[in-house]
Every structure is written in structure tokens, then in C-alpha cells.
């Protein structure tokens, strides 16, 4: 089956509201506790693009599997040029390729828009993630030990980081 990554468009809201809300419940993979609804994905993804960031998703079949994008890294002027991706994929289209196509246009998008840095904030044990992004020249920056909490537990959050 052909994978297409393409821009988003707010008809993907709740699709990708859908594939985000497994990881908010069951993962570490975000730190966030309530998963949004497609409204409020939608304000994401304006907000994104306002920023002039890319939010793209990875189509199959018609169907929306993974989307990924880029946000500022920090609020403060200083960061301008350093930003911050995530990437999920519907949970049965995980070791296929598709987060590392995914990833690969952000970057390439952010590149384009004259970011120099990129930075993955990667929750608990989140290898596969980790594996992704080292294989794309990514390297580790830090290691936040029990910076998150999530399923009444702390939560390791590993830092890597790339030049774009």
C-alpha cells in the first residue's frame, strides 16, 4: 500500500484527534492528560501554520494513519530559529516507515523556512522514537530525570537534537 505525506487540512482534524487521543491515554509518549477533541486540533494545527511551521499528515488508502509538526522550541525571541517536532501514527501503522517519512518533511519544511535547529522532547521509554530520530542525525542533548508525571508515576523525558 502507497503512503502519501501531504500538508493537513482541518478536514484532518478528527482523524488526527482519533490517532493522538491512543497516546494521551495509554503512552508517555506526551505528557499531556486530557486528549483534545477535533476543534481543538484544529486551533492546533491554524496555530502551527500561522507560525509559518509545517503540519502535514501521512495518508493511506484515503485514510489519515500518522501526522507530524513542527512548534516554536521556546516563546522567547532567542529561539526563533529552533524548533520542536512531534510525530504519532496510528498504533497498527507503527515500524513501517511512515513516522521517519513524517519526520523527514517536517524537517525539510522547517529547513525551508530558515530553522536552524530541531529538538525532540521524547517522554518515558519511548525507543522506538529515539531510534527514529538518531537515525535521522539526531544526537542526545540531555536526559530530564522524572521531569514528567504520568500514570501516577515520574517520567523521564530525553532530549535529542539535530542542525537543520
Not at 33 to 60: H, K, S, Y
Not at 103 to 119: F, H, K, P, T, Y
Not at 129 to 137: E, I, P
Amino acid at each position: 500500500m502507497s503512503v502519501n505525506v501531504r500538508e493537513a487540512v482541518l478536514e484532518d482534524a478528527a482523524a488526527i484527534a482519533a490517532i493522538y487521543r491512543f497516546y494521551v491515554l495509554s503512552s508517555t509518549s506526551t505528557m499531556e492528560l486530557e486528549p483534545p477533541d477535533g476543534v481543538e486540533m484544529g486551533r492546533r494545527m491554524v496555530e502551527v501554520r500561522q507560525r509559518g511551521l509545517p503540519f502535514v499528515v501521512a495518508e493511506e488508502e484515503g485514510e489519515v494513519v500518522g501526522y507530524g509538526y513542527a512548534t516554536a522550541f521556546r516563546p522567547r525571541a532567542g529561539y526563533r530559529f529552533t524548533v520542536e517536532d512531534s510525530i504519532y501514527l496510528r498504533a497498527d501503522c507503527a515500524g513501517r516507515g511512515i513516522g521517519r517519512r513524517l519526520l523527514e518533511a517536517v524537517m525539510q519544511s522547517c529547513r525551508g523556512a530558515g530553522c536552524r535547529q530541531m529538538v525532540a522532547v521524547i517522554g518515558g521509554e519511548n525507543l522506538s522514537s529515539v531510534a527514529m530520530h538518531r537515525a535521522l542525525g539526531f544526537s542526545q542533548a540531555g536526559l530530564l530525570r522524572s521531569a514528567g508525571w504520568k500514570f501516577e508515576q515520574p517520567q523521564d523525558i530525553t532530549i535529542l537534537q539535530c542542525e537543520l
